[in-house]
T-cell receptor, first 117, second 116 residues
Framework: AQKITQTQPGMFVQEKEAVTLDCTYD???????LFWYKQPSSGEMIFLIY??????QNATEGRYSLNFQKARKSANLVISASQLGDSAMYFC??????????????FGSGTRLSIRP | DTAVSQTPKYLVTQMGNDKSIKCEQN?????MYWYKQDSKKFLKIMFS???????INETVPNRFSPKSPDKAHLNLHINSLELGDSAVYFC???????????????FGDGTRLSIL
């Protein structure tokens, strides 16, 4: 069965420092995708970055990068040079092709990141 | 040019009432979803429709009935509202996952439902 685990309910980081948000996953499907979303206090869900199970390189999008370790089944989000506007909830999510059931995205429980000035 | 829009943004109502939340997407996506986010921020899928056909129904009470008149719309009707229904409900859309696994879901801004 699919499972996403985020073990850090909350984190505090000093502005301009880099931060790593942890995410581990479990699936029996060989084809899957991993997503990170940001949810600021205003409530909207913002897509940040994607990593496919067959991608050879770690995904990067601006200050966001994904540390993808397939053998460990981890997909940690790294935010470089954190900014005050990065304070938000961050969700890791996974979608597989759904060989055994309909494809769907499942979400982790989230990590609340707070950036200190 | 809102991509996924849902209305209303806030919904405050009495227990036992019936209410609907509407969702529309203009992205040309084939698949639409409803999620429930509880007070602990846990996000759980409720329903998924692909080209107006229900493909995911996740152990949601029968009081919740989605309706998709066309592939750009997915509405959620809730009968006999209960206190435990208080949550934020998100509509989302994406390309068909089996065709484009890498396509993210695009979310609406959410509907905050409060049951008195």
């Amino acid at each position: 069965a699919q499972k996403i685990t985020q073990t850090q309910p909350g984190m505090f980081v000093q502005e301009k420092e880099a931060v790593t948000l942890d995410c581990t996953y479990d699936t029996s499907d060989p084809s899957y995708g991993l997503f990170w979303y940001k949810q600021p206090s205003s409530g909207e869900m913002i897509f940040l970055i994607y990593q496919g199970s067959y991608d050879q390189q770690n995904a990067t999008e601006g200050r966001y990068s994904l540390n993808f370790q397939k053998a460990r089944k981890s997909a940690n989000l790294v935010i470089s040079a954190s900014q005050l506007g990065d304070s938000a909830m961050y969700f890791c999510a996974m979608r597989d092709l759904g060989y055994s059931s309909a494809s769907k995205i499942i979400f982790g429980s989230g990590t609340r990141l707070s950036i200190r000035p | 040019d809102t991509a996924v829009s849902q209305t209303p943004k806030y919904l405050v109502t009495q227990m036992g009432n019936d209410k609907s939340i509407k969702c529309e997407q203009n992205l040309g996506h084939d698949t639409m979803y409803w999620y429930k986010q509880d007070s602990k921020k846990f996000l759980k899928i409720m329903f998924s429709y692909n080209n107006k056909e229900l493909i995911i129904n996740e152990t949601v009470p029968n009081r919740f009935s989605p309706k998709s008149p066309d592939k750009a719309h997915l509405n959620l009707h809730i009968n006999s509202l209960e206190l435990g229904d208080s949550a934020v409900y998100f509509c989302a859309s994406s390309q068909t996952p089996e065709i484009r696994l890498d396509q993210p879901q695009h979310f609406g801004d959410g509907t905050r439902l409060s049951i008195l």
